[in-house]
């Protein structure tokens, strides 16, 4: 049975303004007292696993070491078939250290254009640690397809080129309301709700 979070301050192992917004947004429900990493002047650990949830744990233990409180992490990123799913977990360093994600779209469009097959999915792995080491993790996927130009300014990362399967707009199109109904990091979240903060 996975362990309850018991409520009170939480952080976010993260430094990317987008990716704290959305779990924030996604966390509100439940009266958590969110900080980010950044916030705290937590330093980022070197990402050394070679999965989502690897990554994910090795955030999640850094900041709650660091902090001393329970910290979520998130590792996510694109999957490309045809590209043997690249970027996958390199997708954050294909942006480079100035985090440009047009750059990191356009390379993965070049990438693309001899291949018929722009089949796609999101990953996002959440791992919930606490200070004695004990950590929760869980991971959701959403297939979907890679347009031939970034499409809409809301969300962040690959979010303009990525159509989910079903969908007329990409997630840079979407309003948050719609892609959090929907998303890689939604359904991970579900997970985590129903089994560590007693909801669905």
């Not at 959440?126 to 970034?150: K, M, N, Q, Y």
């Amino acid at each position: 049975m996975a362990r309850h979070f018991a409520g009170g301050k939480l952080v976010l192992a993260s430094h990317n303004p987008g990716k704290v917004r959305e779990i924030d947004d996604l966390l509100a429900p439940f009266g958590t007292d969110v900080v980010s990493a950044g916030a705290l002047g937590l330093p980022e650990p070197e990402e050394t696993e070679d999965s989502f949830i690897g990554n994910a744990k090795l955030k999640a233990l850094a900041a709650t070491r660091a902090s001393n409180l329970p910290a979520l992490a998130d590792d996510s990123g694109l999957a490309v078939h045809a590209l043997d799913g690249a970027p996958g977990i390199y997708s954050a360093r294909w942006a480079g250290p100035s985090k440009d994600f047009a750059a990191a779209m356009a390379k993965v469009l070049k990438l693309l254009r001899p291949a018929a097959d722009r089949s796609a999915e999101f990953v996002c792995a959440l791992a919930l640690a606490w200070p004695d080491g004990h950590c929760e993790c869980f991971e959701g996927r959403i297939a979907g397809t890679l347009v031939d130009a970034s499409r809409g300014t809301k969300g962040f990362g690959y979010d303009p080129i990525f159509l989910p399967v079903g969908g007329t707009l990409t997630f840079g199109e979407m309003e948050p309301e719609a892609k959090h109904a929907i998303s890689h990091r939604a359904l991970a979240f579900r997970q985590l709700v129903g089994a560590c903060f007693g909801g669905t």
